[in-house]
């Protein structure tokens, strides 16, 4: 069956076009509670695009090679979580152990993620949308990307706005929320450059 | 510290097998029921494209019948095409073609129903997509698949013009137009172009059949 | 930790500690399937289902499982009770499985049903657990609905697929697309909150 969308337009979309926080509202909880200042949400989003291109690849070889053969697609939310779960840990494993430096930058934010939603997300996505092994690739990498995109944007405009006067119910996830609505507005600007075959 | 390590391990294990368990059990009561929903919703689609009166509520085994009775499957050149015959199974009352092609966020399935002179459109549906609930996902909508319904189809085989266009709401003019969907413009373009495509390539095959 | 009352749980899960406008959890799906309030509705109801028995089974193991992993066997309880509710969708209402699509299965991420599980039902008993999981579902859910209502109505015209609104008004399809979603959620927590500051602002003076 052709799909038709090459990788590359998939992970151009994933960025641009159909931006996974901004369009598919996938990983809100972290994004809300992190783009606070540009540091944290850069850290935060480098881990992303880590796990989220990672993931994908583990889980589409796991879904394809061992639930579809055995009849077991219906854990494949299990499955995922798990493969999800455990390689966070394994990562901040690996970087405890080989680089304390990144440790520092980084760990933290490492727990944060198994239960991004993102990451549970992309995967679920991408089975749905019967992406092959190249595109699944592509669509995890290109999500991560334009997650931080949108997490380092939000959190440069949330530190100017940290001398301004907002009403008191709407500071925090009020005026976040709509400011991510303008952002959102402004990136569907960007669907005119993509031309699906 | 190593019995609280033993016991979590055999702890995790027994629950997930409790739960897997479970899980199977739901799964395996369902799983029938799941499957004949797949395939009485396709059937269901076929009649409805072809045009053959299903009644209101009807019950899946009647479905079934009314399919067994009135619709054939035959594969040309690896297309499967349906072909609707009369009330006594003499003669071909139309013919219907699997669409499919990229949607705008995946791939879309649907069945065009057309008349045994190849000349108009019974009718389309849509049955398996990924577009956004209550925008690209309107293609499934009534008011907008009602539109194809009677439609003539261009004898433009050989040339490079579309069988059909999706135009905003409200501009469709020519008897090859229709209206698009507001705020879907990558579905309805993605939508549009996956119907000019299985027309152009199925009309040739169900020539050979008549 | 002091015992609640029923009505107290019900209470801080329906609007003081309300998950949505107050801890600010749940709100990818908040987001995601509130263009329509049918879809929204079958959202919650799921919610509802994993988080109430999500909280009693967690609560029913409280005391025999070790607390290292407890993590993982609170994702293991939350996956399949949703990987449950995903066959009974595909089974029972397929047509709006479809619609919802990979946001059934992203309910196991769901920060409300994990903060839930971690914070009452870990230390409670089984039936202020179950009142606990409701309400905090049933909290989400009304937040979503009115999301949706405003939604739906303002961007298709529509409540629960009924025309409500006469075709000749023009539709705010901006609404029922993603931005529309983060306005309308993050007025929703600005109204929220001013009225439920007030209330805090009266304590304070009478008290």
Same mark, same amino acid.
């Given at each position: &069956?052709?799909?038709?969308?090459?990788?590359?337009?998939?992970?151009?979309?994933?960025?641009?076009?159909?931006?996974?926080?901004?369009t598919?509202f996938?990983?809100?909880? =972290?994004?809300?509670?992190?783009?606070?200042?540009?540091?944290?949400?850069?850290?935060?989003?480098?881990?992303?695009?880590?796990?989220?291109?990672?993931? =994908?690849?583990?889980?589409?070889?796991?879904?394809?090679?061992?639930?579809?053969?055995?009849?077991?697609?219906?854990?494949?939310?299990?499955?995922?979580?798990?493969?999800?779960?455990?390689?966070?840990?394994?990562?901040?494993?690996?970087?405890?152990?080989?680089?304390?430096?990144?440790?520092?930058?980084?760990?933290?934010?490492?727990?944060?993620?198994?239960?991004?939603?993102?990451?549970?997300?992309?995967?679920?996505?991408?089975?749905?949308?019967?992406?092959?092994?190249?595109?699944?690739?592509?669509?995890?990498?290109?999500?991560?990307?334009?997650?931080?995109?949108?997490?380092?944007? &939000?959190?440069?405009?949330?530190?100017?706005?940290?001398?301004?006067?907002?009403?008191?119910?709407?500071?925090?996830?009020g005026?976040?929320l709509i400011?991510a609505g303008l &952002?959102a507005l402004?990136?569907m600007?960007?669907?005119? &450059?993509?031309?699906?075959? | 510290?190593?019995?609280?390590?033993?016991?979590?391990?055999?702890?995790?294990?027994?629950?997930?097998?409790?739960?897997?368990?479970?899980?199977?059990?739901?799964?395996?009561?369902?799983?029938?029921?799941?499957?004949?929903?797949?395939?009485?919703?396709?059937?269901?689609?076929?009649?409805?494209?072809?045009?053959?009166?299903?009644?209101?509520?009807?019950?899946?085994?009647?479905?079934?019948?009314?399919?067994?009775?009135?619709?054939?499957?035959?594969?040309?050149?690896?297309?499967?095409?349906?072909?609707?015959?009369?009330?006594?199974?003499?003669?071909?009352?139309?013919?219907?073609?699997?669409?499919?092609?990229?949607?705008?966020?995946?791939?879309?399935?649907?069945?065009?129903?057309?008349?045994?002179? /190849?000349?108009?459109?019974?009718?389309?549906?849509?049955?398996?997509?990924?577009?956004t609930p209550g925008l690209g996902g309107r293609?499934?909508e009534?008011w907008?698949?009602?539109?194809?319904?009677?439609?003539?189809?261009?004898?433009?085989?050989?040339?490079?013009?579309?069988?059909?266009?999706?135009?905003?709401p409200?501009?469709?003019?020519?008897?090859?137009?229709?209206?698009?969907i507001t705020g879907a413009?990558?579905?309805?373009?993605?939508?549009?172009?996956?119907?000019?495509?299985?027309?152009?390539?199925?009309?040739? /095959? /169900?020539?050979?059949?008549? | 930790?002091?015992?609640?009352?029923?009505?107290?749980?019900?209470?801080?899960?329906?609007?003081?500690?309300?998950?949505?406008?107050?801890?600010?959890?749940?709100?990818?799906?908040a987001l995601a399937v509130t263009n329509l309030m049918v879809n929204t509705l079958?959202?919650?109801?799921?919610?509802?289902?994993?988080?109430?028995?999500?909280?009693?089974?967690?609560?029913?193991?409280?005391?025999?499982?070790?607390?290292?992993?407890?993590?993982?066997?609170?994702?293991?309880?939350?996956?399949?009770?949703?990987?449950?509710?995903?066959?009974?969708?595909?089974? @029972?209402?397929?047509?709006?499985?479809?619609?919802?699509?990979? @946001?059934?299965?992203?309910?196991?991420?769901?920060?409300?049903?994990?903060?839930?599980?971690?914070?009452?039902?870990?230390?409670?008993?089984?039936?202020?657990?179950?009142?606990?999981?409701?309400?905090?579902?049933?909290?989400?859910?009304l937040v979503l609905l009115a999301v949706a209502f405003f939604r739906e109505t303002a961007g298709f015209g529509s409540v629960f697929g009924l025309p409500v609104i006469p075709s000749e008004w023009t539709r705010w399809t901006i609404m029922v697309m993603p931005p529309g979603a983060f306005f309308m959620l993050g007025v929703i927590i600005w109204v929220v909150?001013?009225?439920?500051?007030?209330?805090?602002?009266?304590?304070?003076?009478?008290?």
């Amino acid at each position: &069956m052709e799909v038709g969308l090459s990788a590359f337009v998939i992970f151009f979309a994933a960025i641009f076009t159909n931006n996974i926080l901004l369009t598919n509202f996938l990983g809100m909880c =972290s994004f809300l509670a992190i783009s606070r200042e540009v540091n944290s949400s850069l850290g935060l989003g480098l881990a992303v695009i880590f796990v989220m291109t990672w993931t =994908s690849a583990l889980n589409y070889l796991v879904y394809y090679y061992l639930l579809v053969p055995s009849n077991l697609t219906q854990f494949r939310y299990i499955a995922f979580i798990i493969v999800i779960a455990a390689f966070v840990q394994l990562v901040e494993m690996i970087i405890e152990r080989y680089s304390p430096v990144l440790y520092v930058v980084l760990g933290v934010f490492l727990p944060l993620i198994t239960v991004n939603c993102a990451i549970l997300g992309v995967c679920l996505f991408m089975i749905i949308r019967d992406y092959n092994f190249l595109s699944s690739i592509a669509y995890g990498a290109g999500g991560g990307i334009g997650w931080t995109l949108a997490i380092v944007a &939000m959190g440069g405009i949330r530190q100017k706005l940290a001398n301004a006067k907002i009403p008191k119910p709407l500071e925090g996830p009020g005026i976040t929320l709509i400011i991510a609505g303008l &952002m959102a507005l402004a990136f569907m600007g960007f669907s005119g &450059m993509i031309q699906i075959q | 510290m190593k019995k609280i390590r033993r016991f979590s391990i055999y702890y995790m294990f027994l629950l997930t097998l409790i739960f897997t368990v479970v899980v199977t059990a739901v799964y395996e009561i369902h799983v029938d029921r799941i499957e004949v929903n797949e395939k009485i919703k396709l059937q269901k689609i076929i009649l409805q494209v072809l045009d053959v009166p299903v009644p209101e509520g009807a019950e899946d085994r009647e479905v079934l019948d009314i399919f067994n009775k009135r619709v054939k499957s035959k594969d040309v050149e690896g297309n499967t095409i349906y072909i609707a015959t009369s009330e006594n199974g003499e003669s071909v009352e139309g013919y219907a073609i699997g669409l499919q092609g990229p949607g705008f966020w995946g791939p879309v399935y649907g069945m065009m129903g057309i008349s045994p002179q /190849l000349d108009r459109v019974l009718g389309i549906a849509f049955y398996k997509h990924s577009e956004t609930p209550g925008l690209g996902g309107r293609i499934t909508e009534f008011w907008f698949i009602d539109q194809f319904k009677g439609k003539k189809i261009g004898d433009i085989q050989g040339e490079q013009k579309p069988f059909f266009r999706l135009k905003s709401p409200g501009t469709a003019k020519a008897s090859n137009e229709v209206d698009a969907i507001t705020g879907a413009t990558g579905t309805s373009r993605a939508v549009e172009r996956l119907i000019n495509k299985d027309l152009r390539r199925s009309l040739p /095959l /169900l020539a050979q059949l008549r | 930790m002091a015992k609640l009352t029923s009505q107290a749980i019900i209470i801080k899960g329906l609007w003081t500690d309300n998950p949505v406008f107050r801890q600010i959890l749940g709100i990818c799906s908040a987001l995601a399937v509130t263009n329509l309030m049918v879809n929204t509705l079958i959202m919650g109801l799921s919610l509802i289902f994993v988080t109430a028995l999500s909280n009693v089974t967690v609560s029913i193991l409280r005391n025999i499982t070790p607390t290292r992993i407890r993590m993982m066997v609170q994702t293991l309880i939350i996956a399949s009770y949703v990987i449950i509710v995903d066959i009974l969708l595909k089974a @029972y209402l397929p047509d709006i499985s479809e619609a919802l699509g990979a @946001y059934v299965g992203l309910i196991i991420t769901n920060c409300i049903i994990m903060g839930r599980c971690e914070a009452f039902a870990r230390q409670n008993s089984v039936w202020p657990s179950f009142v606990d999981g409701i309400a905090s579902g049933v909290g989400y859910a009304l937040v979503l609905l009115a999301v949706a209502f405003f939604r739906e109505t303002a961007g298709f015209g529509s409540v629960f697929g009924l025309p409500v609104i006469p075709s000749e008004w023009t539709r705010w399809t901006i609404m029922v697309m993603p931005p529309g979603a983060f306005f309308m959620l993050g007025v929703i927590i600005w109204v929220v909150r001013s009225i439920g500051d007030k209330e805090l602002k009266k304590d304070e003076t009478t008290s």
